[in-house]
């Protein structure tokens, strides 16, 4: 048994605060220290691992044959350093598919996929039925264009802490809320399109412990869309208590992408074969990320009669970093439910995998080359039939890869190791079960004038 020395007091919005929930952990709050001990409570299961390499060769017939005919198109290619600066000539288009698998259930690529359509309409919050989620568990996502301009995109993944369970609280619904309130926050707003690197530059600085100007005519940041999202979660009255890590991206049109990271979901970008950057977790201690939460004022004050860590993380104790995007890359959001059960190089070999085979990619003695025109292997089927591109197949292929990872009683990966780090008398060997939530982001650039599809809502 761990211990873990309370961190920080603050004063919250809304009057709540933050437990320090670890996730698959036991929160002890002790009534004669001020100590909050952390009971690790974890499964080894004996069961045969799925090769998630093999995924793409087990796509029924049918539709494989009809896959590989639209997205195998040849195409020129080009190195890095024959991409053409970015310029007024050009324009950055994102193609976003996203996959998901609840823990304990058994993943169907062919329905745990998302596919983004910058013209369809965000549903207000509040008016979706719980049996309407998508079966990711306790995590969410969500993917929005920026108000009335779909060359602007935000998106982001909340993963829910379990530990509220221990509380009767369903961890589901306050990341599921969170993601919810931010798409809709995004879609309606009607800011002028600002651009992301010079509206961060020029904004005035935020005051110490503040979160500055979110409101007015301030431009939406990935870090303030983070802070609308959150605010109205604290003031809806059917989240009672819960918490919730999250990643939000904003990325505009002249390849800009920010990120606001708060715990230990997180993204890679992918370039060329190579990881080009990743997000680092936040972490107060093992297992124990930076979160949102709402706290009853019944557990406020038990803890402050008793004794017991609150901690309070803000959006603005998020790590906010800012990326130019280039013709071809791969961006992964996700969850910590792939990070602890994949490896950043094991992510790269299965995109560079999967954007090899169709043609995305081509490696030659010159080095791995982009295609030209992505188009073909990105664009959606205009009809009712089910859709097929190549950034559903990497989201799905990473998906399958790290829930056959988490199933792995043998093979240790990234959390086993934080495991041994931390405490090297452990026995626990093999992934983490989880549940498992990624968004895909494959970069395109484009002509400016090309023509922009009808809207379809």
């Known amino acids: 048994m761990a211990s873990v020395s309370a961190l920080r007091m603050l004063s919250a919005p809304c ?44 796509i029924p017939p049918r539709v494989g044959r009809r896959v590989v005919h ?27 598919a996203a996959s998901y698998v609840g823990k304990g259930r058994p993943f169907n690529p062919s329905t745990h996929v998302f596919h983004f359509n910058p013209y369809h309409r965000v549903s207000k919050p509040g008016k979706k039925a719980k049996s309407a989620r998508p079966e990711s568990g306790q995590d969410a996502f969500f993917v929005s264009r920026v108000g009335n301009r779909p060359g602007e995109v935000a998106l982001g993944v909340a993963d829910g802490v379990g530990g509220w ?29 600002t651009k992301i690197a010079s509206a961060a530059a020029n904004a005035p600085a935020a005051p110490a412990g503040g979160e500055g100007n979110i409101s007015g005519n301030a431009p939406l940041t990935a870090r303030s869309l983070m802070q609308k999202g959150y605010e109205a979660v604290c003031h809806d009255p059917t989240i009672k208590a819960g918490g919730s890590t999250a990643v939000v991206g904003m990325l505009d049109e002249s390849g800009t992408m920010e990120v606001a990271n708060l715990g230990d979901s997180g993204f890679v970008l992918l370039r060329l074969n190579g990881v080009h950057t990743a997000s680092e977790p936040q972490t107060h201690a093992f297992n124990t990320p930076f979160q949102l939460s709402v706290v009853p004022p019944s557990m406020l004050l038990r803890a402050a009669t008793f004794g017991g860590g609150l901690l309070i993380d803000q959006p603005r104790d998020a790590d906010v970093t800012r990326h130019k995007l280039k013709h071809g890359d791969v961006v992964v959001f996700g969850s910590d439910g792939l990070w602890d059960n994949l490896f950043n190089q094991e992510i790269l070999r299965l995109v560079s995998s999967t954007m090899q085979k169709l043609g995305a990619w081509k ?8 295609a030209e025109d992505l188009t ?18 990497i989201a799905t292929h990473i998906v399958s890869a790290a829930k056959s990872a988490s199933m792995n009683a043998k093979l240790d990966g990234p959390f086993a190791k934080e495991v041994k780090k931390y405490y090297p008398q452990d026995a626990w060997h093999g992934g983490k079960e989880d549940d498992i939530c990624v968004v895909v982001v494959l970069v395109s650039e484009e002509p400016a004038d090309m023509a922009t599809p009808k809207p379809r809502l």
């Not at 024959?82 to 994102?94: D, H, W």
């Not at 089910?386 to 197949?393: A, D, E, M, W, Y």
């Open 70 to 96: 639209q997205l195998m198109t040849q195409a020129p290619y080009l190195t890095a350093a024959e991409q053409p600066a970015s310029g007024s000539g050009t324009k950055f288009v994102y193609n976003i």
């Open 165 to 193: 369970m221990d509380s009767g609280v369903d961890p589901a619904d306050f990341s599921h809320a969170l993601c919810d309130y931010m798409a809709a926050a995004a879609y309606e707003n009607d800011k002028q399109p």
């Open 376 to 393: 073909p292997f990105t664009k959606l089927d205009s009809d009712d039939k089910p859709i097929f591109t190549l950034q559903s197949f």
């Open 15 to 58: 009057h709540t605060a933050r437990l320090r929930l670890a996730r698959s952990s036991t929160l002890i709050i002790s009534p004669t220290s001020s100590s909050a001990s952390y009971l690790l409570s974890h499964n080894n299961y004996n069961r045969p691992a799925i090769d998630g390499m093999r995924y793409l060769s087990t």
């Open 363 to 370: 490696g030659t003695d010159a080095g791995v080359q982009v």
